[in-house]
């Protein structure tokens, strides 16, 4: 079945780095843009970044940029969020979600990220 | 960076209709841009609800239902049940932005 699993969250100091994993399965993860969302905790939901089919074209939220890069390995069927520079308020459950005509269809359960020193 | 505003919370009895107001701008929905839906159960990670306005994805009762005018667009559900206790939440894209943008979420309660 089609399915996302996030992983490489954990607890980290501010100013430190992390990278977090999506691992799809059950399509063809090369054909579909790729998203990166974030909710705080007892907050709504944030987009963080995009990334097209292809790896070339990438988007981020102000909020993120300089310090987030989004990437994909497409002959290992993985996402990637590398976070850089982290603050407390990137504190979040961090989803990937694929893209499909500028809605997400398909989520991960996510992976926690606490910036804490 | 939330563009879109949503009521924080909306209730109804059981079997009642209720309605979830997203609004935004000229240079997100009011641009053309489709609108689409997503609940969040508690605990659990968003499910896409509503995608392109007023299309439902296989699996979603018909009880859901979703619209758009000018700069707003609307969720609505019909014969409320105990499990669309829920939190929901619109999302567009924005021009101005370059980037994707969600509502702020509303909270519905079953009574």
């Known amino acids: 079945q089609v399915q996302l699993v996030e992983s490489g969250g954990g607890v980290v100091q501010p100013g430190r780095s992390l990278r977090l994993s999506c691992a799809a399965s059950?399509?063809?993860?090369?054909?579909?843009?790729m998203h990166w969302v974030r909710q705080a905790p007892g907050k709504g939901l944030d987009w963080v970044a995009f990334i097209s089919y292809d790896g070339i074209d990438k988007y981020y939220a102000d909020s993120v940029k300089g310090r987030f890069t989004i990437s994909r390995d497409n002959s290992k069927n993985t996402l990637y969020l590398q976070m850089n520079g982290l603050r407390a308020e990137d504190t979040a459950v961090y989803y990937c979600?694929?893209?499909?005509?500028?809605?997400?269809?398909?989520w991960g359960k996510g992976t926690t990220v606490t910036v804490s020193s | 960076q939330s563009v879109l505003t949503q009521p924080p919370s909306v209730s109804g009895a059981p079997g009642q209709r209720v309605t979830i107001s997203c609004t935004g701008s000229s240079s997100n929905i009011g641009a053309g841009y489709d609108v689409h839906w997503y609940q969040q159960l508690p605990g659990t990670a968003p499910k896409l609800l509503i995608y392109n306005n007023s299309n439902r994805p296989s699996g979603v009762p018909d009880r859901f239902s979703g619209s758009k005018s000018g700069t707003s667009a609307s969720l609505a559900i019909t014969g409320l049940q105990a499990e669309d206790e829920a939190d929901y939440y619109c999302?567009?894209?924005?021009?101005?932005?370059?980037?994707?943008?969600f509502g702020t979420g509303t909270k519905v309660t079953v009574l």
């Open positions: 059950g399509f063809t993860f090369s054909n579909y843009p």
């Open positions: 979600a694929r893209e499909r005509g500028r809605y997400m269809d398909v």
């Open positions: 999302q567009s894209y924005d021009s101005s932005l370059s980037g994707y943008v």
